[in-house]
Nanobody
Framework: QVQLVESGGGLVQAGGSLRLSCAAS????????MGWFRQAAGQEREFVAA????????KYADSVKGRFTISRGNAKNTVYLQMNSLKPEDTAVYSC??????????????????WGQGTQVTVSS
């Protein structure tokens, strides 16, 4: 498994921005499809965004399209999630995940075999 460590979460007012980072432990990171998921209290984990190993293919949940941007810095073994125009309903624990088996960004959690510990994002109204 690859070790993943998220950072960048925090408390922000509605309309504000945050950038989450996810650092991977392996240099082979460049081959992996990476995804961001979130889980609000009492709810199931849901897909947010994903990006192919090359960075050329991205996928977003409808709820974040136009507000969130996923990107990757392969030289730094890091994937980012830029979150703009945040809403209270974006409040959740955000986790990054790696899919080492497919180059097609997936939206289903079982497709991903390595997970970070998560970082809390809280958006106040």
């Amino acid at each position: 498994q690859v070790q993943l460590v998220e950072s960048g979460g925090g408390l922000v007012q509605a309309g504000g921005s945050l950038r989450l980072s996810c650092a991977a432990s392996q240099r082979t990171f460049i081959r992996y499809t990476m995804g961001w998921f979130r889980q609000a209290a009492g709810q199931e984990r849901e897909f947010v965004a994903a990006i192919s190993g090359s960075g050329t293919v991205t996928k977003y949940a409808d709820s974040v399209k136009g507000r969130f941007t996923i990107s990757r810095g392969n030289a730094k073994n890091t994937v980012y999630l830029q979150m703009n125009s945040l809403k209270p309903e974006d409040t959740a624990v955000y986790s990054c995940a790696a899919d080492r088996r497919s180059d097609v960004p997936g939206t289903s959690p079982p497709a991903y075999d390595s997970w970070g510990q998560g970082t809390q994002v809280t958006v106040s109204s």
